[in-house]
């Protein structure tokens, strides 16, 4: 990932852009997000169907008010084009007004049905699109680097995947929908009226350019505080998300109140912004209302003065102030609908910078699905740096044999997370080859490459699930049989059948609910049940106590059985079954041999061992092994009985 890419989601808060609509990121926010119009398109066309034949409709709602008017009441001869009425309905007057009136009532009906019908499907379109972006952005999620995940904000990322893929709605719902519906209402109004009554069209027409300057002055204030509201919202995301995570370290040091008084200035600053866009808000509405009826008064008085003259009938006027109802509202609301956009435009752009962040790993155009793999792993002048110029591996040559297990010792940032990020092609070497059985791992397609791998981290990661799900999802296919003997090779089996449920105990967030060591097991029968030809271990036994260690290090001998096997620790108790160590210093091979050769011959790795276990520790003459038989020296009553540190750690 660039660094650009990486910067934008370490900010604290998201970067303040350009406070105007901008067309160019519209552009780009149709290309993005338009594709998800093809899947949906018979709601779309059912949808814009009937916003068109509801125009035609409110095109005709009125006439039979002024028929009435004009024509009923007041008496006037019914006009050419309405000469059926005349055949129809003679001179009974009180049977046209009843047929007038129904008229009226059947057109209002068939608009509100009309509109409902189109409004519903709209709807449905918008609900079935926001939910296919958030699928799409959750899945490119999932397949963004690993440094990508160190460095964003996990609370804006939530922020982004819920509230701001809701807010493309104006965009790619409203906005289309508006334009077409706005801007066929004022063209079929506005031309109506010039054809009824020119100089009164005239008149309406003169409110038009005050209702676009309103919007000019106040619609770039209002993007820049809905701007700054969509920051502070984040913001307050983010920190709880992030004080939620830390809340044993937060009132283990005691730093409530302090949290507090943080989050509470984060709050009201977001409730400012937000105040701050309401008022700006409620302001142009409240304008826009105000021309709205000046415009209408204007229209009133000139119409009734021609009437009065005899220059027009009186019901034009109560057909000319139903059109400029229907004329002003989508003017209104077009200006309304633009600073939708430029509102949801903040929200689609911190979406964009979600889609067009760097994927760090692609397969080749030539690339095939791996074959079972032997094993054999070869890292041949291999170097690599996260930044130019700067090396954490540097020309690393090294074999490790089908069913070897390799152990990776070092001081923290000698490399040893980096040269497994490689194996997993979580980044490609800047030189050099990574090899299995021979073949480059580049030849194979990453799904493929990483089946083939099975991870045991430090922190073990349960989801929210049952215990059956947990193991379960280091195979999706697996059966029971499979889920049981994983857990007993983990020495898992034992614990589960005790807890409420059993194997369909549901899991607490984050594994609240269980031990330390419990986890870590369940982790491993996780492992196991993968069964892959190469296996990693990232430190699985850390800040774990004597017991738990004994029962974890029994499991990783199962996981690890006739696998090739790459550990990753400081704990020299870990090392015991390694067959080779590596020690690397400052991104180097320093040495490899076996512990024994290592203590002899290399005065790094003595230096780490003599930092952990004292110079004169008891693993001189042989390497250390922990065993769940070491456990026996227990005694019954729960004291420890006198043996020496080696009986212990043997």
């Given at each position: 990932?660039?660094?650009?890419?990486?910067n934008?989601?370490n900010?604290?808060?998201?970067?303040?852009k350009?406070e105007?609509?901008s067309?160019?990121?519209?552009?780009?926010?149709?290309k993005?997000f338009?594709?998800h119009y093809?899947k949906?398109?018979r709601?779309?066309?059912?949808?814009?169907?009937g916003l068109?034949?509801?125009?035609?409709?409110?095109l005709?709602t009125?006439w039979p008010?002024?028929?009435?008017?004009?024509h009923?009441?007041?008496?006037n001869?019914l006009?050419?084009?309405?000469g059926v009425?005349?055949?129809?309905f003679?001179?009974?007057?009180?049977?046209?007004?009843?047929?007038l009136?129904?008229?009226y009532?059947?057109?209002q009906v068939s608009?509100?049905l009309?509109?409902?019908m189109?409004?519903v499907?709209?709807m449905s379109l918008g609900?079935?699109?926001?939910?296919d972006?958030r699928?799409r952005?959750?899945?490119?999620?999932q397949r963004l680097?690993?440094?990508?995940?160190?460095?964003a904000?996990s609370g804006d990322?939530v922020?982004?995947l819920?509230a701001?893929?809701?807010?493309?709605?104006?965009?790619?719902?409203d906005?289309p929908?508006?334009?077409?519906y706005?801007?066929a209402?004022?063209?079929s109004?506005?031309g109506?009226?010039?054809?009824?009554e020119?100089?009164?069209?005239?008149?309406?027409?003169?409110?038009i350019?005050?209702?676009?300057?309103?919007?000019?002055?106040l619609?770039?204030?209002?993007?820049s505080?809905?701007r700054?509201k969509k920051?502070?919202e984040?913001?307050?995301?983010?920190?709880?998300?992030?004080?939620?995570?830390?809340?044993a370290?937060?009132?283990a040091?005691g730093?409530?109140?302090l949290q507090?008084?943080?989050?509470?200035l984060?709050?009201?600053e977001?409730?400012?912004?937000g105040?701050a866009?309401m008022?700006?808000s409620?302001?142009?509405?409240?304008?826009?209302?105000?021309?709205v009826?000046v415009?209408?008064?204007?229209v009133?008085y000139?119409?009734?003065?021609?009437?009065?003259?005899?220059?027009?009938?009186p019901g034009?006027?109560v057909l000319f102030?139903?059109?400029l109802?229907k004329l002003?509202?989508?003017?209104?609301k077009f200006?309304e609908?633009m600073?939708?956009?430029?509102?949801?435009q903040?929200?689609?752009e911190?979406?964009?910078?979600?889609?067009?962040c760097d994927?760090?790993m692609?397969?080749?155009?030539?690339?095939?699905p791996?074959?079972?793999?032997k094993g054999?792993?070869?890292?041949r002048h291999?170097?690599f740096?996260y930044?130019?110029?700067?090396q954490?591996?540097k020309?690393?040559n090294?074999?490790?044999a089908?069913g070897?297990?390799v152990?990776?010792?070092?001081?923290?940032?000698a490399g040893?997370?980096t040269?497994?990020?490689?194996l997993?092609r979580?980044?490609d070497?800047r030189a050099?080859?990574?090899?299995?059985d021979g073949?480059?791992?580049r030849?194979?397609?990453?799904?493929s490459?990483r089946d083939?791998?099975?991870?045991?981290?430090?922190?073990?990661?349960l989801?929210n699930k049952?215990?059956?799900?947990?193991?379960?999802?280091g195979?999706i296919?697996?059966?029971?049989?499979?889920?049981?003997?994983?857990?007993?090779?983990a020495?898992?089996?034992?614990f589960?059948?005790q807890?409420?449920e059993?194997?369909?105990?549901m899991?607490?967030e984050?594994?609240e609910?269980?031990?330390?060591?419990?986890?870590?097991r369940l982790n491993?029968?996780r492992a196991i049940?993968?069964?892959t030809?190469?296996?990693i271990l990232?430190e699985?036994?850390?800040a774990?106590d004597?017991?738990s260690e004994?029962?974890?290090?029994?499991a990783?001998?199962?996981l690890?059985?006739?696998?090739?096997?790459?550990i990753?620790?400081?704990k020299f108790?870990t090392l015991?079954h390694?067959?080779?160590?590596?020690?690397?210093?400052?991104?180097?091979?320093?040495a490899?041999?076996?512990h024994e050769?290592?203590l002899?011959?290399?005065r790094e790795?003595?230096?780490l061992?003599e930092?952990?276990?004292?110079p004169?520790g008891?693993?001189?003459s042989r390497p250390?092994?922990?065993?769940t038989e070491a456990?026996?020296?227990i005694?019954?009553?729960?004291?420890?009985?006198?043996?020496?540190?080696?009986?212990?750690?043997?």
């Amino acid at each position: 990932m660039s660094n650009r890419n990486r910067n934008k989601f370490n900010s604290s808060a998201p970067k303040q852009k350009q406070e105007r609509l901008s067309y160019r990121t519209l552009i780009r926010l149709y290309k993005a997000f338009g594709r998800h119009y093809k899947k949906h398109w018979r709601l779309m066309a059912a949808a814009y169907a009937g916003l068109l034949f509801s125009i035609l409709i409110a095109l005709l709602t009125p006439w039979p008010l002024k028929l009435i008017l004009d024509h009923v009441i007041l008496q006037n001869p019914l006009p050419e084009a309405a000469g059926v009425l005349s055949q129809w309905f003679g001179n009974d007057w009180a049977l046209l007004l009843a047929a007038l009136a129904c008229a009226y009532i059947v057109i209002q009906v068939s608009e509100s049905l009309v509109t409902y019908m189109s409004k519903v499907e709209m709807m449905s379109l918008g609900e079935n699109i926001v939910t296919d972006i958030r699928e799409r952005i959750f899945a490119h999620l999932q397949r963004l680097s690993l440094s990508f995940h160190e460095t964003a904000r996990s609370g804006d990322l939530v922020y982004r995947l819920t509230a701001d893929v809701n807010d493309l709605k104006p965009i790619l719902i409203d906005a289309p929908q508006n334009f077409v519906y706005r801007l066929a209402m004022i063209f079929s109004h506005a031309g109506l009226m010039l054809v009824l009554e020119w100089r009164l069209a005239l008149i309406a027409f003169s409110v038009i350019p005050l209702l676009y300057y309103c919007h000019r002055r106040l619609g770039v204030k209002l993007q820049s505080a809905t701007r700054t509201k969509k920051s502070k919202e984040s913001e307050v995301s983010a920190l709880i998300a992030e004080n939620v995570t830390a809340m044993a370290l937060v009132q283990a040091y005691g730093r409530e109140n302090l949290q507090q008084d943080r989050f509470e200035l984060e709050n009201r600053e977001s409730l400012e912004s937000g105040l701050a866009a309401m008022r700006l808000s409620k302001t142009f509405r409240r304008m826009m209302t105000v021309l709205v009826a000046v415009g209408t008064g204007a229209v009133v008085y000139f119409g009734g003065s021609l009437a009065l003259d005899k220059a027009i009938l009186p019901g034009t006027i109560v057909l000319f102030v139903a059109y400029l109802k229907k004329l002003y509202n989508p003017l209104d609301k077009f200006a309304e609908m633009m600073l939708n956009v430029a509102k949801a435009q903040i929200s689609g752009e911190r979406l964009l910078e979600l889609l067009e962040c760097d994927m760090v790993m692609q397969d080749a155009s030539h690339a095939i699905p791996a074959p079972r793999f032997k094993g054999r792993i070869e890292y041949r002048h291999v170097s690599f740096g996260y930044k130019k110029g700067v090396q954490v591996l540097k020309n690393l040559n090294f074999v490790a044999a089908p069913g070897e297990t390799v152990a990776l010792v070092g001081h923290s940032g000698a490399g040893k997370s980096t040269l497994i990020s490689l194996l997993l092609r979580f980044y490609d070497p800047r030189a050099g080859q990574i090899l299995i059985d021979g073949r480059d791992i580049r030849e194979f397609t990453l799904q493929s490459l990483r089946d083939q791998i099975t991870v045991v981290m430090q922190e073990a990661r349960l989801f929210n699930k049952t215990v059956r799900d947990n193991i379960g999802f280091g195979k999706i296919d697996a059966t029971e049989e499979e889920i049981l003997q994983a857990a007993k090779l983990a020495q898992a089996h034992d614990f589960i059948v005790q807890m409420p449920e059993g194997y369909d105990t549901m899991i607490d967030e984050g594994g609240e609910n269980l031990s330390g060591g419990q986890r870590q097991r369940l982790n491993i029968a996780r492992a196991i049940i993968r069964n892959t030809p190469i296996v990693i271990l990232d430190e699985p036994a850390t800040a774990l106590d004597a017991k738990s260690e004994a029962q974890i290090q029994a499991a990783l001998r199962e996981l690890a059985r006739g696998k090739t096997a790459f550990i990753i620790a400081h704990k020299f108790s870990t090392l015991a079954h390694a067959d080779k160590i590596l020690v690397l210093e400052e991104g180097k091979l320093a040495a490899c041999g076996t512990h024994e050769e290592l203590l002899r011959t290399n005065r790094e790795y003595y230096e780490l061992y003599e930092l952990q276990l004292g110079p004169k520790g008891p693993l001189t003459s042989r390497p250390l092994e922990y065993t769940t038989e070491a456990m026996d020296d227990i005694g019954d009553n729960g004291k420890l009985v006198a043996v020496s540190p080696e009986e212990i750690i043997r």
